[in-house]
C-alpha cells in the first residue's frame, strides 16, 4: 500500500516505557528524506535526551543515523553509516554485527518505527522481516536485531523484536513489543 508523502513535523508523547515527549522534523532532501529529531525523557529515575538525524534514501533505506544522547552522566554520540554492500560502519569502523541490517531502529524514537512499514509498503495486517540496527536509549550502545514489522493501521505501528539481542559484545535474550503512532 503506498503512503502519502509525510507530514513536515511531529510531535507525541511516549507512555507506559517512559515517560517523555518527542519532535521530529521530516523534510525532502535530493537523495531521500531527512528526519531530525528530539525525545526528552524519564525513564527508571533518569532523565535524559536523545538527538538523532536519520537519513534515508528514496526507497526508504537507512543511509546513515547520527545519535547523541545527554544525561547527568554526560554527552554520548554514536554515528552509523550504511554502505553500498549490506555493511555498517559505528563512528567510522566496520560493524560486522550489523551487517544485513535496513533500518536503524532507536529504542527513544517512536518515528524510526515507521520506517520499514513506510519502506516495504505494508497492507494493513501484514507482517514482514525488517532487520535493523537497534540503538538504546537508555544508553547509547547498538546491536543487530531481528525483527519484523506489522502494520495494524494508519494510526498504529507494532514491532516484534529481538530473538537474540547483542549488547555490542555480551549477549542477552529478550523480547519487546512497540506501538507507536
Known amino acids: 500500500m503506498p503512503f502519502d508523502a509525510p507530514p513536515p513535523f511531529a510531535a507525541w508523547q511516549h507512555r507506559d516505557a517512559r515517560d517523555g515527549f518527542e519532535v521530529v522534523f521530516i523534510r525532502p532532501d535530493d537523495d531521500g528524506y531527512r528526519i531530525e529529531g528530539d525525545t526528552a525523557a524519564l525513564e527508571d529515575g533518569e532523565v535524559w535526551t536523545v538527538r538523532y538525524v536519520v537519513n534515508v534514501d528514496?526507497?526508504?533505506?537507512?543511509?546513515?543515523?547520527?545519535?547523541?544522547?545527554?544525561?547527568?552522566s554526560g554527552w554520548q554520540r554514536l554515528v552509523l553509516e550504511a554502505d553500498d554492500a549490506g555493511g555498517w560502519l559505528v563512528n567510522g569502523s566496520p560493524a560486522p554485527n550489523l551487517e544485513g541490517c535496513v533500518d536503524v531502529d532507536l529504542e527513544s524514537s517512536a518515528v524510526t518505527n515507521a520506517l520499514p512499514v513506510h519502506r516495504l509498503e505494508l497492507e494493513v495486517g501484514r507482517a514482514a522481516a525488517a532487520p535493523a540496527a537497534f540503538v538504546f536509549g537508555s544508553s547509547i550502545s547498538r546491536s543487530s536485531d531481528s525483527s519484523s514489522a506489522t502494520f495494524v493501521s494508519r494510526m498504529t505501528l507494532a514491532i516484534s523484536a529481538i530473538t537474540t539481542r547483542h549488547r555490542d559484545s555480551a549477549s542477552s535474550a529478550s523480547s519487546r513489543t512497540t506501538n507507536s503512532a
Open 58 to 72: 528514496r526507497a526508504w533505506v537507512t543511509r546513515s543515523a547520527f545519535v547523541s544522547r545527554q544525561s547527568a
